[in-house]
């Protein structure tokens, strides 16, 4: 979680919602992104999307059965769809979206195989996010 921690900062740094994903296999990094929605003029290109992207490449193959995603926001539903379409094993998220987290929606959204953990190193990522909105109002 610390390596998407270090990605939503990235995106923080650029004017992009900060938000950072890792997917991991065999405990190591195979894809890593953060949000560039604006930078791409892209609304789909969040992190959870571009890392699942990038995982796919790595691996040559669409599905990431055996791997992890570490991201620092809930995802939404749409990357929750593709999380649930690439059968990812398992997804570890810190601070919750209350407005719009994949949990609002459709709890059961992911593969039922997929085992999801909430609230790992949350403070750190809900003190970025909520830093980025504070700025942004000013």
């Not at 407005?99 to 997929?114: A, D, E, I, V």
């Amino acid at each position: 979680m610390n390596e998407a921690l270090k990605q939503a900062k990235i995106a923080f740094d650029e004017g992009e919602i900060p938000v950072g994903a890792v997917v991991v296999s065999k405990n190591r990094i195979i894809g890593r992104a953060y949000n560039q929605t604006e930078r791409l003029n892209d609304v789909t290109a969040h992190a959870e999307m571009l890392a699942i992207t990038a995982a796919a490449n790595s691996l040559g193959a669409k599905y990431l059965i055996d791997c992890r995603l570490y991201v620092t926001l809930e995802p939404c539903p749409m990357c929750a769809g593709a999380l649930y379409w690439s059968q990812i094993g398992e997804v570890y998220f810190g601070a919750s979206d209350p407005k719009r987290g994949f949990r609002q929606s459709n709890p059961s959204m992911l593969h039922p195989k997929t085992q999801v953990f909430s609230g790992v190193l949350k403070e750190e990522a809900e003190k970025l996010v909520l830093e980025f909105f504070r700025k942004l109002r000013e």
